[in-house]
């Protein structure tokens, strides 16, 4: 089976690893507070031009975001987010599950506007019965959204201003993030996004760790103490230096970003091998992920040997679909995948002919 469903189906960079066996004999302080750790928090920083931003390292996306909106909330208050955001769908009920409400937001693109985040916040505190209604406390944005979608820095800077205007934090989940700074039309960068969120996190798992996320905390006011929130959710790991010596080594020598434009180079070939078979497109994307209409009967035949992600049905005999690449997806794949495309949909039509001429 070849695996375009994910971006998180290999392992890890070559030169992690070899940075993991290196110092595997090494005696270091334990729950993120070795050498390492440091290192990579002040790599981080420098990348971000935020001296003053406190970084810590967590396991996963989910367990950080939790973690972090637990950490900022209030117990009445909820969390906006678009209605396709991943804490609202993808990972089951674990904001809810802290005692905080998800507030999602209609959007056909997976983006939040800054004129969304308004009206509502203005609805809530405006309204007869606002104490009887979950106080919106944060914004939560993924960049790249679900759907492939980014914010360019005009919206998101309008979004900061709104979210500074009603004293509510804003929250961008990086799970994807070194794939959205690589794509062609971006413009925001890592000091971007440090002057405009209270916080931030740079995604590993999906951009060449074995595992890791690194939390970016600028806002003063969420510092205090998040080490104990951190731990109370299980997110201290006691082996901490595995997570600083990943991103240690993915932001030495620009690595993040070399294997990221590598993913967003694949894609670009992906899709224009699409584009020539004429295959529609669901959204798009100039990211990674790629979302195409497919017939049914394709499908079908094409996860025999290629796994791809469901993403919904469009009509009674066409779904559409999601293909990714990653930062170790090679070349050749992208080749077989859009040839097995090629004689699937040729087959295809030619059935179709066949049953049309009775």
Same mark, same amino acid.
């Given at each position: 089976m070849i695996r375009f469903d994910t971006d998180y189906?290999?392992?890890?960079?070559?030169r992690i690893l070899e940075r993991l066996a290196e110092t595997?004999?090494?005696?270091?302080?334990?729950?993120?507070?070795?050498?390492?750790?440091?290192?990579?928090?002040?790599?981080?920083?420098?990348?971000?031009?935020?001296?003053?931003?406190?970084?810590?390292?967590? =396991?996963?996306?989910?367990?950080t975001n939790t973690t =972090?909106?637990?950490? =900022?909330?209030?117990p009445y208050q909820g969390v906006l987010s678009a209605q396709s955001g991943h804490i609202n769908i993808h990972e089951t009920g674990a904001i809810e599950a802290t005692g905080h409400k998800v507030l999602a937001l209609p959007s056909d693109d997976g983006k939040l506007t800054a004129e969304q985040i308004g009206e509502y916040v203005d609805w809530q505190a405006l309204n007869?019965?606002?104490?009887?209604?979950?106080q919106p406390g944060m914004v939560y944005l993924s960049n790249p959204t679900e759907v492939g979608t980014l914010y360019s820095k005009e919206e998101l800077t309008a979004i900061s201003t709104v979210c500074k205007s009603r004293g509510i934090y804003l929250y961008l989940d990086g799970a994807r993030l070194g794939y959205g700074l690589m794509c062609p039309g971006n413009d925001l960068t890592l000091e971007d996004l440090a002057k405009l969120c209270d916080v931030f996190y740079i995604g590993g798992t999906k951009v060449g760790a074995l595992f890791g996320e690194a939390v970016v905390i600028v806002n003063d006011s969420l510092k205090r103490d998040f080490r104990y929130h951190v731990k109370q959710r299980g997110g201290m790991l006691a082996k901490g230096r595995l997570l600083g010596l990943q991103f240690l080594t993915l932001f030495e020598d620009g690595l993040y970003f070399e294997i990221s434009a590598h993913a967003i180079r694949m894609a670009e070939k992906l899709k224009e091998g699409l584009s020539a078979l004429h295959i529609p497109f669901y959204m798009e994307s100039p990211t990674n992920q790629q979302f195409v209409i497919l017939p049914d009967v394709v499908c079908q035949e094409l996860s025999k040997k290629y796994a791809y992600e469901y993403q919904e049905r469009i009509d009674e005999n066409h779904s559409a679909v999601r293909f990714c690449t990653c930062w170790a997806t090679r070349e050749e794949r992208i080749g077989e995948l859009l040839k097995e495309l090629e004689q699937l949909l040729l087959a295809y039509q030619e059935e179709r002919s066949m049953e049309a001429l009775g």
């Open positions: 189906a290999e392992g890890a960079h070559p595997n004999q090494e005696q270091t302080q334990g729950y993120g507070e070795d050498e390492y750790c440091r290192q990579a928090a002040e790599k981080i920083r420098g990348a971000c031009k935020a001296p003053g931003a406190d970084v810590h390292f967590l =396991v996963g996306g989910t367990q =972090v909106i637990a950490s =900022v909330l209030r007869d019965s606002a104490e009887h209604i979950v």
